[in-house]
Structure formats: structure tokens, C-alpha cells
């Protein structure tokens, strides 16, 4: 369903806010495909990103050990993953850790 710029605005005031937004109002943000709400939401979402963070950036080091990388889930989530049997495919032991 597309939803116009205006009808917009309130959604992105109540979060402006601090105010939760519904799920239904999460849909509709989610659903715009017009570039007037894409941008009303891009910009709605950069000063709360402003309001939260300012322009100071940060990382988290990621030290997670994944003694495997074979999943049979296809979801496409992940770049790393392989089919079992597959070249690159691996199934950590305790002597390799």
C-alpha cells in the first residue's frame, strides 16, 4: 500500500520522539517503492542515528570461533557457508583449536 509523503510525516514524528511505532506501521515504512517516502524515511532514519549516536564511529571485534561452516539451510543469510562434501567445506575438532 503505498502511503504519501504526508501521511508519512506522523510515523516518523512519533519516532523522532522516542515513541515505539506499531508493526503495521513498520509494514507500511517498509513497504514504499514512490523516492519522496524513501527519502522521508532515509532522513527520518539519519536523524535518529544523529540523535543516538552523533557522527562518532564505532566497531565491534568479533571473535566468534564457528566450528563449522556446513549448513544445509540454502537461506543465502551468509557468504561463508557450504554444503557438507563441498570444496572449503570444515567441521572443527579439538586438536584444531
Known sequence: MLI??????PICQRALAG???SE???IVLLQ???????ATIRQTADRLRQQ??????TYVVNRNINFTNICEQHCSFCAFRR???EEG???LNEGMI
Open 4 to 9: 504519501t509523503t504526508p501521511t508519512l510525516d
Open 19 to 21: 515513541e515505539d511505532i
Open 24 to 26: 503495521a506501521e513498520g
Open 32 to 38: 514504499q517503492t514512490d523516492g519522496g517516502a524513501i
Open 52 to 57: 543516538q549516536s552523533g557522527d562518532t564511529v
Open 83 to 85: 554444503d557438507a562434501g
Open 89 to 91: 567445506a570444515y567441521w
